[in-house]
């Protein structure tokens, strides 16, 4: 049983690979000393929630956190925030998330983000199972538009 499921594991890790997207164009970089800010999102307990990723891309900083943490299967408030890179929050932009698993294709599933204010933004965001999902993140502003990726696991519950 152990083995069929590391071949299992294994089979979806080689799968999951062969379908990753090759180079278009400059892709977000990593941020190399990642801190993640204060989150406005909170566990039930008042303590706040580290972020599940943060890149830069272009002359911004993007950093994503999930409600709950880790997200689960089910719904989930997605929440963004954007900085120059000089700290100081983007307010004027219009925010997307496109969810999918990065195993299988579920179509697209775009949802618009609200603004919070001071660089916030939040969706509501449904996973329909648990897996490797990748949160396509859109940020329009001064009639551009960038993307950045962030690729996590969902679990069950």
């Known amino acids: 049983m152990l083995r069929k499921l590391i071949i299992g594991f294994a089979a979806i890790a080689l799968t999951a690979c062969a379908l990753q997207p090759g180079s278009s164009g400059p892709q977000p970089t990593i941020l190399p000393t990642f801190t993640p800010p204060p989150s406005a999102t909170q566990d039930p307990n008042g303590i706040q929630v580290p972020a599940l990723g943060g890149k830069q891309s272009g002359d911004l900083l993007v950093w994503i956190f999930s409600?709950?943490?880790?997200?689960?299967?089910?719904?989930?408030?997605?929440?963004?925030?954007?900085?120059?890179?000089?700290?100081?929050?983007?307010?004027?932009?219009?925010?997307?998330f496109d969810i999918n698993m990065t195993n299988m294709n579920h179509g697209k599933n775009v949802v618009a983000a609200s603004s919070l204010g001071e660089g916030r933004y939040s969706g509501e965001v449904f996973f329909l199972m648990p897996g490797p999902w990748r949160l396509i993140v859109g940020i329009e502003r001064a009639g551009q538009t960038i993307t950045v990726r962030f690729d996590f696991i969902v679990n069950f519950r």
């Not at 943490?69 to 997307?96: F, H, M, W, Y």
């Open 67 to 96: 409600n709950p943490n880790p997200p689960i299967r089910g719904g989930n408030t997605i929440e963004l925030l954007v900085t120059d890179t000089n700290g100081q929050p983007i307010s004027d932009a219009k925010v997307s």
